[in-house]
């Protein structure tokens, strides 16, 4: 298979790594196991242009996508509009749609993984049509992501930090907002500090991913209108896996979802797949079963790559 690696050098872990070294030993891999790797290691800011071309060329069978989840997203995105299989390197800080794929996260052994794994297929989300392949939020994760992006910071861990100083900030003041539920299960309107809408429901992990990638569902989960300690309580509780367990938050499944915010002010976002974009005043989100094609990893790893 001839596979296009397109590599965004200002993101995740791969911003502090040789990256020559990198793309020769990727090379060898893929070669021992029958492939071609065409390695490009770009700017954050040139990786879009570069998954357009990759997906646009008869000559390319897949793309592998190496960076963190809003360059995976973008590289979701345009393999479910051309249909062209999508290889995951979880080069990120939390490697959302990695760990939903089982994809190992050690560099190397990511690399061996996609280089033995097969052709296969998953579901997409798409909130008015934008792809994503995590998760749409909008409230207190669309906050986080705004204050913790006025901050910086330069490794993983920077990151890490950022977003513990932003949940102490939005603690300050928790958000609230109404908004109306349209679902298959009937309407609702409520007055909540937060919404998460996941591709799949999610499990019950410290880093809560899907589940699984083929349940033609979404998941939705609501946090009620908090106080700042309650906001504090639930950010512990997503911390530690007992998200579930806290009083504020519910959930439920569907095919798909229309949420309408009937106040909406300017200025206001939501996030996708961790990236900020305007919040629309009405949302119809959907779920489209096997509608992205991905290199599954293989099981069957050694211990140790190389």
């Not at 071609?36 to 570069?50: F, M, Y």
Request: net charge positive; proline share 6%.
């Amino acid at each position: 298979m001839k596979i296009r690696a397109i590599l965004n050098r200002d993101g995740g872990t791969l911003r502090t790594m040789d990256l020559d070294a990198f793309c020769t030993r990727a090379k060898e891999i893929f070669a021992a196991e029958g492939h071609e790797l065409d390695c490009r290691v770009v700017a954050g800011k040139s990786v879009e242009a570069e998954l357009r071309k990759a997906v646009g060329d008869p000559a390319v069978e897949a793309v592998l996508a190496g960076g963190g989840d809003g360059t995976i997203s973008a590289a979701a995105a345009m393999a479910f509009k051309h249909g062209k299989p999508l290889a995951v390197l979880p080069a990120g800080t939390m490697n959302l749609f990695a760990r939903s794929l089982g994809m190992p996260l050690e560099l190397d052994r990511a690399l061996l993984a996609i280089a033995r794994g097969t052709v296969g297929r998953v579901d997409i989300a798409t909130a008015n049509g934008r792809p994503f392949v995590h998760q749409y939020g909008v409230g207190i994760h669309a906050r986080l992501v705004r204050i913790r992006d006025g901050m910086v910071y330069r490794s993983r861990v920077g990151k890490m930090l950022a977003s513990l100083r932003a949940i102490m900030a939005s603690a300050l003041n928790p958000p609230e907002f109404d908004v109306d539920f349209h679902t298959e299960k009937g309407d609702r309107t409520m007055t909540v500090s937060g919404i998460a809408v996941s591709n799949n429901p999610l499990d019950d992990s410290p880093v809560p991913v899907a589940e699984t990638l083929d349940g033609g569902r979404l998941g939705v989960y609501v946090a009620q209108k908090v106080t700042s300690r309650e906001l504090l309580s639930l950010a512990f509780d997503v911390m530690t896996g007992r998200w579930r367990a806290n009083p504020a938050v519910s959930e439920t499944e569907v095919r798909d979802l229309v949420l309408r915010f009937p106040k909406r002010k300017r200025g206001t976002h939501a996030v996708v797949d961790g990236e900020l974009i305007d919040l629309e005043q009405a949302v119809t989100l959907q779920i489209h079963p096997q509608g992205l094609p991905v290199i599954l990893p293989a099981k069957d790893l050694p211990p140790r790559v190389g």
